[in-house]
């Protein structure tokens, strides 16, 4: 029995791209379009990059990655009081999710939460799935002003990344990035012990997947783990790097672009004898948000119309149900 394998590759095969002209303040549309047409390259190939000067400031990272790691190390007792709702916001522990095509549950612990609604907002939007209220825990008074910080800086980012597709596929800037209001973002705080290398091959902190929604901010620390399939089908190291984060295509995107972009299959396994942290913030619009591919002249739709919100949620069901 051995851990899952993968290539180590150089750094520069993941290209790193510097988002300083989307995220910078200043309007420069030529400089702007440089950065849009790097990353539409990135996401039509690997469809993973990473990405440096995001503009999140790396105190508030850090800020969000102690207070999760406090969370994660409190009593499974106390991390319980957060259960996971049916909304999906709180705690989920570990050997609770399995990946579509996996044969194990995944080994890593999460702590899921969503846009802070106001009351009346909550009310209004009571029957929609995945909005619903956050699941703070009383003994870390913190976390729920730094991780709603953390949330509204990523999506921030998030949606000049998806301004800048637009750009690059020649729509109309706002098309992936408009409907915000209401969106069903999610934060995902993760946690993954040191795996047992006696565990074997087929088991994962979370296995291969490809993300469900729109587009996926990766913060990872300095442990390494995750791993990201190749176009030529290895499986490849995606090495930390510092100030950065990864940014990669889920499967709505991958529909609205009628596949131009690529929601690729990516795994993490913790063989180290530390445990692992990383943040990933699921960056997607407003439940209804019809996810209906955009198509040049002369292509046919590959997909069939949808939501990005019933997408999400389809594949939730096959997760956890
Ligand atoms: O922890 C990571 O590096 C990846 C997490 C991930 O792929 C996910 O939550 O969808
Ligand atoms: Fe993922």
């Known amino acids: ?29 030529a400089a702007e379009l440089t950065v849009a047409e790097q990353m539409g390259e990135a996401a039509n190939g690997v469809g993973f990059f990473y990405v440096r000067n995001h503009g999140v400031p790396e105190e508030l990272i850090k800020a969000a990655f102690d207070i999760s790691g406090r969370f994660f190390a409190s009593p499974l007792e106390a991390k319980n009081s957060v259960r996971v709702t049916e909304k999906k916001r709180g705690y989920i522990e570990p050997y609770t999710g399995i990946m579509k095509g996996n044969t194990r549950r995944d080994f890593r612990e999460t702590f899921l939460w969503g ?101 996926t901010l990766l913060c990872q620390d300095e442990v390494g783990g995750l791993q990201v399939l190749s176009g030529d089908g290895e499986w490849v190291t995606a090495h930390p790097i510092p100030g950065t984060f990864v940014v990669n295509v889920g499967d709505c995107l991958q529909k609205w672009t009628n596949r131009r972009l690529l929601s690729n299959q990516h795994r993490v396994v913790n063989s180290s004898d530390r445990y692992r942290q990383s943040i990933a913030m699921f960056v997607d619009p407003d439940f209804d948000t019809p996810i209906i591919p955009v198509v040049r002249p002369g292509e046919t739709p590959r997909d069939e119309p949808t939501t990005c919100g019933e997408q999400v949620m389809d594949s939730f069901r096959k997760a956890y149900d």
């Open 1 to 29: 029995m051995n851990f899952a394998k993968a290539k180590r590759i150089p750094i520069e095969s993941i290209p790193v791209i510097d988002i300083a002209a989307l995220t910078g303040g200043r309007t420069d549309p």
């Open 115 to 215: 846009r802070e609604f106001d009351r009346p907002t909550l009310d209004e939007l009571a029957s929609v799935p995945l909005v619903g209220p956050n699941q703070w825990p009383e003994f870390l008074p913190d976390m729920k002003p730094v991780l709603n910080d953390y949330f509204e800086a990523c999506v921030e980012v998030g949606r000049k990344i998806l301004r800048a597709f637009a750009l690059a596929m020649e729509i109309e800037p706002g098309y992936f990035s408009g409907n915000f209001d209401r969106c069903i973002a999610r934060g995902s705080a993760l946690y993954y012990p040191p795996q047992p290398e006696n565990l074997g091959e087929d088991q994962f902190g979370i296995g291969a997947h490809t993300d469900w929604g729109v587009l």
